[in-house]
């Protein structure tokens, strides 16, 4: 499961539902091993059906900057990292968005 508060995942979800809506989004990472520290960041990737648009991509990171999160969000499109580190999220990771498309 991943560590954070309902509340807190629930701002995430808000702001991931206005840029990817129809995206699978991922957790990945301390977070979701539970080796986390109170300020470790969130990785998520964004597995859409298709490469993510580099301006929702922006968007997307930059309301994750100006939100109130007391962490950093790192944000990755599936369909720009290597089959290696694919590999390697598929190795543990939590769906914390179910894609609608």
Known sequence: ??????DTLESIRDILHRFVPDAEIRAF????KGTARSHSDLDLVVVGAERLPRDPYYQL???FEESSLP?????????????EFRR???QGYEIIVAGRG
């Not at 990755?76 to 290597?82: E, F, G, T």
């Open 1 to 6: 499961m991943i560590d954070l508060p309902q």
């Open 61 to 63: 990171q930059d309301a």
């Open 71 to 83: 962490f950093r969000v790192d944000v990755l499109d599936w369909h720009r990292i290597s089959p």
């Open 29 to 32: 990472g301390s977070r979701v």
């Open 88 to 90: 390697h999220i598929e």
